[in-house]
């Protein structure tokens, strides 16, 4: 397993307004013979606890799966040209997402690498959203 600073970009579009989210952080990667694990935790403003992520990409490149788990759970699968119902936990109660995979990426080397994953949501059946997911990560030299 080794230790990695993750850089995170994601966007969605609703429609024609585009929102991106930036996160930089520490975590871990791992290669278990079919994927790519990362872990990391995000921070949430107090009184919220943080906020601990899995995020498995295979090495074929045919799914990504997203777990979070903190205040509000939620596990949303990616795959590529398959619609998969996701929960998603909110403070109201959990949601049932239609989510779309349109790609997914991996490049790696020695020292380095990025993902990416590109999706759509649906709520009820009615497009809400386009989404990507952009991971870059740089290894820890200093193991």
């Not at 930036?22 to 921070?43: Q, W």
């Not at 619609?83 to 403070?91: A, I």
């Not at 080397?109 to 009820?124: A, L």
């Amino acid at each position: 397993m080794d230790r990695i600073l993750l850089e995170i970009t994601g966007t969605q579009q609703i429609d024609s307004q585009k929102d991106k989210i930036e996160l930089t952080t520490v975590g871990t990667l791992r290669d278990d013979g079919s994927a790519y694990i990362i872990r990391y935790t995000e921070e949430q403003t107090p009184p919220l606890s943080p906020v601990k992520v899995t995020v498995r990409i295979q090495k074929d490149e045919s799914a990504v799966q997203m777990t979070r788990t903190g205040a509000f759970d939620s596990c949303l699968t990616v795959e590529k040209s398959k619609r998969n119902l996701c929960r998603y936990g909110t403070e109201f109660g959990d949601v049932l997402l239609g989510i779309y995979g349109r790609e997914i990426e991996a490049k790696i080397s020695d020292s380095d690498g990025s993902f990416f994953f590109g999706y759509d949501i649906d709520v009820n059946g009615s497009h809400a959203s386009r989404n990507t997911v952009n991971m870059t990560y740089t290894k820890n030299q200093e193991q």
